[in-house]
T-cell receptor, first 110, second 113 residues
Framework: QQPVQSPQAVILREGEDAVINCSSS?????VHWYRQKHGEAPVFLMI?????EQKGHEKISASFNEKKQQSSLYLTASQLSYSGTYFCGTVGEYGNKLVFGAGTILRVKS | EAQVTQNPRYLITVTGKKLTVTCSQN?????MSWYRQDPGLGLRQIYY???????DKGDVPEGYKVSRKEKRNFPLILESPSPNQTSLYFCASSFSGSSYEQYFGPGTRLTVT
């Protein structure tokens, strides 16, 4: 089942902060975050694993609430380069499928 | 350079004409998968492969076939393409399984008329 992302779109000015949320109805083993710029392939940002382990870029922060099956991606002091579509992906506790949400469009204006 | 390659990058074809989209990775990854991307729907997994000769259906496998005869290659086959398979297709690979960083190929834009 596809995770639900919110908001669907957000517009920021440079330097502002944003939070993107991802929610699933099933028990999760891991949550992924990727960013895709127009016309390009998705690029890995972070993985959060059940139990607290995180793998990803130092400048990106995210949280994973295992009890609520929710994750949030925190973008602080946004830059123009942060613009793109952000996807969360989830892997269930007992599966090998990676299921992506519909995406959140982020636009940073100068 | 570590990468996932896909060919062709762009393809326009007609209904019913069999086609294959190739995917190859040079990172010795065990896990490979195919996704299609449609506006407003995000990335939907078509098939995935845990290793050579091991494949399984994703969420939207109808109308597609795959094979994994070699570790580096994971071709996507459309035996009788239809217009509803017009989409942007991405191949991805990871070290081992779906809970590792996915490396995506550049994408293949397919149009079926």
């Amino acid at each position: 089942q596809q995770p639900v992302q919110s908001p669907q779109a957000v517009i920021l000015r440079e330097g502002e902060d944003a939070v993107i949320n991802c929610s699933s109805s099933k028990a999760l083993y891991s949550v992924h975050w990727y960013r895709q710029k127009h016309g390009e392939a998705p690029v890995f940002l972070m993985i959060l694993l059940k139990g607290g382990e995180q793998k990803g870029h130092e400048k990106i922060s995210a949280s994973f609430n295992e009890k609520k099956q929710q994750s949030s991606l925190y973008l602080t002091a946004s830059q123009l380069s942060y613009s793109g579509t952000y996807f969360c992906g989830t892997v269930g506790e007992y599966g090998n499928k990676l299921v992506f949400g519909a995406g959140t469009i982020l636009r940073v204006k100068s | 350079e570590a990468q996932v390659t896909q060919n062709p990058r762009y393809l326009i074809t007609v209904t019913g004409k069999k086609l294959t989209v190739t995917c190859s990775q040079n990172m010795n990854h065990e896990y490979m998968s195919w996704y299609r991307q449609d506006p407003g729907l995000g990335l939907r997994q078509i098939y995935y492969s845990m290793n050579v000769e091991v494949t399984d259906k994703g969420d939207v496998p109808e109308g597609y076939k795959v094979s994994r005869k070699e570790k580096r290659n994971f071709p996507l086959i459309l035996e009788s393409p239809s217009p509803n398979q017009t989409s942007l297709y991405f191949c991805a690979s990871s070290f081992s399984g779906s809970s590792y960083e996915q490396y995506f190929g550049p994408g293949t834009r397919l149009t079926v008329t």
